[in-house]
């Protein structure tokens, strides 16, 4: 069974930061890539970032190039975001999710955190 579970959400006002982290943990792979994804009211869930399992490669969706920086830090078996210049079109549910090597879709989910920006 694995695990995963953000933390970080909260509300902040236009312009301002939040950093999301996400933990793994019960069942080990010897690699695996992460990933965030929000979901917005009324909206479907959309990919914002992904980062490999060296670290080495990182992916951002073009709403949040410049703002959303994907991090990791494998010895904590936790991904992070950090979130700048926040806008109210950030306001949504972020998940984070694990890729294990050699899968073509993301086969693990968190519950999610809450994060609302405030104009």
């Known amino acids: 069974q694995v695990q995963l579970v953000e933390s970080g959400g909260g509300l902040v006002q236009a312009g301002g930061s939040l950093r999301l982290s996400c933990v793994v943990s019960g069942r080990r792979f010897s690699r695996y890539a992460m990933g965030w994804f929000r979901q917005a009211p009324g909206k479907e869930r959309e990919f914002v970032a992904a980062i490999s399992w060296s670290g080495g490669s990182t992916y951002n969706a073009d709403s949040v190039k410049g703002r959303f920086t994907i991090s990791r830090d494998n010895a904590k078996n936790t991904v992070y975001l950090q979130m700048s210049s926040l806008k109210s079109e950030d306001t949504a549910v972020y998940y984070c999710?694990?890729?294990?090597?050699?899968?073509?879709?993301?086969?693990?989910w968190g519950q999610g955190t809450q994060v609302t920006v405030s104009s």
């Open positions: 999710a694990v890729k294990p090597d050699g899968r073509l879709v993301y086969d693990y």
